[in-house]
T-cell receptor, first 114, second 114 residues
Framework: AQKVTQAQTEISVVEKEDVTLDCVYE???????LFWYKQPPSGELVFLIR??????QNEISGRYSWNFQKSTSSFNFTITASQVVDSAVYFC???????????FGTGTRLQVFP | GAVVSQHPSRVICKSGTSVKIECRSL??????MFWYRQFPKQSLMLMAT?????????EQGVEKDKFLINHASLTLSTLTVTSAHPEDSSFYIC??????????FGPGTRLTVT
């Protein structure tokens, strides 16, 4: 069975702090894809990143970075120098080979205070 | 980039009436679309997979007679909540598949049943 766990329900930080959102996944498939989405208060899901299981390179995009470690089945997301606009719910998701069904984690609500 | 729209964005209806929600892929054709449901402060739960020209595939526990899905064209899928009741109040989100493992989400529809 596939499962995504986001153990952090809510995180509060002050602007300019760095924050890491954890994501742990479970799957027996060797080919799979991991995603991060941002859901601001408006409700629309914003795609942040997709990573396949064969690409363990860390990725950096501006203030965002992702650490994919197959050894620990984790795909953590770090926001550097957080800003108030980063306040949102962040979802980690998983899909496996031959299916496009996304399995979402329970989400982490990030609040960035000025 | 790939854009998915939903209409309406908000709808309030009386108990016992039916409500139709449209999901459109604006700049690409989508053979497959998905419908999700999200309760307040919870994750997204996949309700069904909508395939153009064929019957939708519903997830376990989702009543297909309650949530009618029609995918009549490559750019439009509709979800009809029949005989809606207050417990059907929720945030409904659709997504469209641009290519394998690449879903784009609509902005969501907030349904309130009074």
């Amino acid at each position: 069975a596939q499962k995504v766990t986001q153990a952090q329900t809510e995180i509060s930080v002050v602007e300019k702090e760095d924050v890491t959102l954890d994501c742990v996944y479970e799957t027996r498939d060797t080919t799979y894809y991991l995603f991060w989405y941002k859901q601001p208060p408006s409700g629309e899901l914003v795609f942040l990143i997709r990573r396949n299981s064969f690409d363990e390179q860390n990725e950096i995009s501006g203030r965002y970075s992702w650490n994919f470690q197959k050894s620990t089945s984790s795909f953590n997301f770090t926001i550097t120098a957080s800003q108030v606009v980063d306040s949102a719910v962040y979802f980690c998701a998983l899909t496996t080979y031959n299916t496009d069904k996304l399995i979402f984690g329970t989400g982490t609500r990030l609040q960035v205070f000025p | 980039g790939a854009v998915v729209s939903q209409h309406p964005s908000r709808v309030i209806c009386k108990s016992g009436t039916s409500v139709k929600i449209e999901c459109r892929s604006l700049d690409f054709q989508a053979t497959t679309m998905f419908w999700y449901r999200q309760f307040p402060k919870q994750s997204l739960m996949l309700m069904a997979t909508s395939n153009e020209g064929s019957k939708a595939t519903y997830e376990q526990g989702v009543e297909k007679d309650k949530f009618l899905i029609n995918h009549a064209s490559l750019t439009l899928s509709t979800l009809t909540v029949t005989s809606a009741h207050p417990e059907d109040s929720s945030f409904y989100i659709c997504s469209a598949l641009l290519s394998p493992y690449e879903q784009y989400f609509g902005p969501g529809t907030r349904l309130t049943v009074t």
